[in-house]
Each structure stands twice: as structure tokens, then as C-alpha cells.
């Protein structure tokens, strides 16, 4: 599974921002879906998980109740929906896929990565 993030940008505090993450491969289905983030001179950090089928997310306490992760399996594409923007959002963002039984650890995803795209959120 190859993955391309997209969506990155400079927002203001308070608006929203939409991650794609494309994969390419005939098997995206399988795997649990993850949304992580690094911001400068920080550790990544876990923001989102969705299960194979999409039935299933879970959040950091962080970004809970301000954004969403979802997935279509025809497209072949995980999507995070980021409202109410804050500074302290500002990160590069990356999609990963590993093939954990539900719920996923927060840390060890080790299948696939996609390459990041930053999202600057100003004050």
C-alpha cells in the first residue's frame, strides 16, 4: 500500500482544513487507517484512527469533537475533517495504515506512512 496525503495549508485560527490520503494498492480495506501529526521540535503524535471498515474511530483528547476521520473503501481514501482550527494545530500531518485488530495502539504503526502535509493554522 502506497499513500499521498493532501489537503495541507494556512488557515486562521477557527477554520477548517479537509486531509485526503489516496492509497494505492487492492487491499486498503484491510487495515485500520491513522492520522498523525509532528509539529517543529515535537514528537509525532496520534490524532485519529478508523477501523478497516469505517464502523469504528477513535481520537486523541486533543482534536475529540473538532475533527473526524473517515474513509471511503470504493475510493480508496481515509479523510480528516478539521474544524475549529487552533495555533497549536500547526504540524506536518501523515496517514498510516497497519493491519492492528481493533482498537489500534496510538503508537508502533509500522505498515505504511504516507509523506506528510503541513497544515499551519495562524493566530
Known amino acids: 500500500v502506497q499513500l499521498q496525503a493532501s489537503g495541507g495549508g494556512l488557515v486562521q485560527a477557527g477554520g477548517s482544513l479537509r486531509l485526503s490520503c489516496a492509497a494505492s494498492?487492492?487491499?486498503?480495506?484491510?487495515?485500520?487507517m491513522g492520522w498523525f501529526r509532528q509539529a517543529p521540535g515535537k514528537e509525532r503524535e496520534f490524532v485519529a484512527a478508523?477501523?478497516?471498515?469505517?464502523?469504528?474511530?477513535y481520537y486523541a483528547d486533543s482534536v475529540k469533537g473538532r475533527f473526524t476521520i473517515s474513509r471511503d473503501n470504493a475510493k480508496n481514501t481515509v479523510y480528516l475533517q478539521m474544524n475549529s482550527l487552533k495555533p497549536e494545530d500547526t504540524a506536518v500531518y501523515y496517514c498510516?495504515?497497519?493491519?492492528?485488530?481493533?482498537?489500534?495502539?496510538?503508537?508502533?504503526?509500522?505498515?505504511?506512512w504516507g509523506q506528510g502535509t503541513q497544515v499551519t493554522v495562524s493566530s
Open positions: 494498492g487492492r487491499t486498503f480495506s484491510s487495515y485500520a
Open positions: 478508523i477501523s478497516w471498515s469505517g464502523g469504528s474511530t
Open positions: 498510516a495504515a497497519d493491519s492492528f485488530p481493533w482498537p489500534p495502539p496510538t503508537t508502533g504503526w509500522d505498515d505504511y
